[in-house]
């Protein structure tokens, strides 16, 4: 069983950064493969990168290049440095885990999902 806890979202104007973190709280940090979803208002939940148990990362086409993921075993956080932001990136933030070695793009292959936090990108 593993804990998670979002912060870091807000509002800011585009073109800024932001910085997410995942606290994750539990069973050993490093056995799960982790990553963020989004979701807008009235649209479905979408991937927005992942990072493997070895540290190999993925992103959407969305992001690539402007959204990095990183973690920090000794601290048991994930991050998700923002940079570049779009009014389009708009959404609430999932932090998401599952205990496999490789990250996924699906919703339904995660075990753990955060509370979510709000990011806001004003034009």
């Known amino acids: 069983q593993v804990q998670l806890v979002e912060s870091g979202g807000g509002l800011v104007q585009a073109g800024d950064s932001l910085r997410l973190s995942c606290a994750a709280s539990g069973r050993t940090f490093s056995s799960y493969a982790m990553g963020w979803f989004r ?9 927005v990168g992942g990072i493997s148990r070895s540290g190999r990362t993925g992103y959407a086409e969305s992001v ?3 959204f990095s993921i990183s973690r920090d075993t ?17 959404a609430v933030y999932y932090c998401v885990a ?9 919703t339904r292959d995660y075990d753990y999902w955060g ?9």
């Not at 599952?98 to 699906?106: D, E, F, K, T, V």
């Open 39 to 47: 979701q807008a208002p009235g649209k479905e939940r979408e991937f």
């Open 98 to 106: 599952r205990s496999l070695a490789g990250w996924s793009i699906n």
């Open 115 to 123: 509370q979510g936090t709000q990011v806001t990108v004003s034009s």
């Open 64 to 66: 690539k290049g402007r």
């Open 74 to 90: 000794a601290k048991n956080t994930m991050y998700l440095q923002m940079n570049s932001l779009k009014p389009e990136d708009t």
